[in-house]
């Protein structure tokens, strides 16, 4: 494929930085290298569909976009539907679909969470106001779906019209869970798998139905995503108690200090003292951080960091399994190398 020639969005066309971690690099790069000129047009069909006759449209969408982040989701997408040997151009349009729903949510969660920071640089609802910012996550939303229509696939639009009604049902569970410090380890997973994995899981079926594969084919890539993107997920909420900020780009603590009840704070609670549940418990309840110090000991001191890593560990290994009935090539070892990926990151 002839690689493209728009300019990028970000500073390179990597989706997985190589700072070190378990994986191998070489690993990595083989990764990157596999589908580096599929990830170029991909970049090509994104500046093209940003395009807006409003001007705070275009301002907005590649402020956001243009600052990096993994790109894991179209990277799915891609790995996909070249394990079962599709080169369908239609899948550099599936994969930016998948892009701009992500980029849409992103923008969405930040007023939602009043965050000032992601991926190291200001949220555009910090630089561009509450209101810019979901007016033009909308118009990320509708511009994916004019992209689905284009496809011409009826099962695209019935895979990413469900993912988007879950993804939304799953920022209202969270909202309704934040500042909530008796939810249920279940009740946590269901947010997280609503809100985050469900669209992992309909990048790995958009990737197999670009390929024809059959339903069980895509059932199992399906479930690939689902449990790669809880292991993610999982990884993430471990990341704002034991990482830095200019590691994973963002504030630590956010999570705490918006009332979210992760993983390591429930665990925590249950295995604290009396008096270190009583005080996770006061900060779940008010949203405040006073004394993250003393928690952040808590959480490490019960093992609560690496209970949620080994829950992260069960969901990436069940990510392998179904991924058996591929056939062995480098777009099966990219999909598994991601799995590992998923929780041995620092970022």
Not at 168 to 174: H, I, N, R
């Amino acid at each position: 494929m002839r690689r493209s020639r728009v300019r990028l969005l970000s500073p390179a066309p990597l989706i997985l930085d190589t700072r070190p971690n378990t994986v191998s690099i070489e690993a990595l790069n083989a990764l990157n290298v596999l589908i580096a000129d599929d990830m170029n047009a991909v970049d090509g069909v994104i500046r093209r569909q940003l395009h807006s006759e409003v001007a705070l449209v275009n301002q907005i969408a590649e402020y956001i976009i243009g600052s990096g982040g993994k790109r894991l989701r179209p990277a799915l997408v891609l790995l996909s539907a070249g394990a079962l040997g599709s080169r369908d151009p239609a899948q550099h349009t599936l994969a930016a679909v998948v892009e701009f729903i992500h980029t849409a949510t992103l923008l969405h969660d930040d007023v939602v969470d009043e965050s000032t920071l992601r991926r190291g640089r200001d949220t555009a609802n910090a630089v561009f106001g509450n209101a810019a910012s979901v007016l033009v996550g909308d118009f990320l939303y509708s511009r994916a779906f004019q992209m689905m229509v284009s496809v011409g696939i009826p099962r695209v639009m019935e895979v990413v019209s469900d993912a988007t009604n879950i993804i939304a049902e799953g920022e209202v569970l969270q909202l309704m869970n934040c500042n909530d410090p008796d939810i249920s380890e279940k009740d946590y997973l269901r947010v997280i798998r609503y809100k985050t994995a469900k669209l992992f899981e309909a990048a790995s079926r958009l990737g197999a139905l670009i390929a024809g594969a059959d339903r069980p084919s895509e059932d199992a890539l399906g479930d690939y995503g689902m449990y790669l993107g809880t292991a993610f997920q999982l990884i993430d909420d471990v990341l704002d108690y034991d990482a830095s900020a200019a590691e994973t780009g963002k504030n630590i603590g956010d999570d705490l200090a918006e009332g979210k009840p992760t993983l390591p704070l429930l665990y925590a609670m249950r295995h604290g003292t009396a008096a270190e549940s009583a005080q996770i418990r006061e900060a779940i309840l008010n949203g405040e951080t006073p004394h993250f110090d003393a928690i952040l000991a808590t959480v490490k001191r019960t093992g609560a960091l690496d209970y949620a890593r080994e829950q992260a560990r069960i969901e990436a290994t069940r990510a392998r399994a179904a991924l058996s009935g591929l056939s062995d090539g480098p777009y099966r070892t990219a999909l598994e190398t991601l799995t590992v990926f998923a929780i041995e990151r620092n970022h």
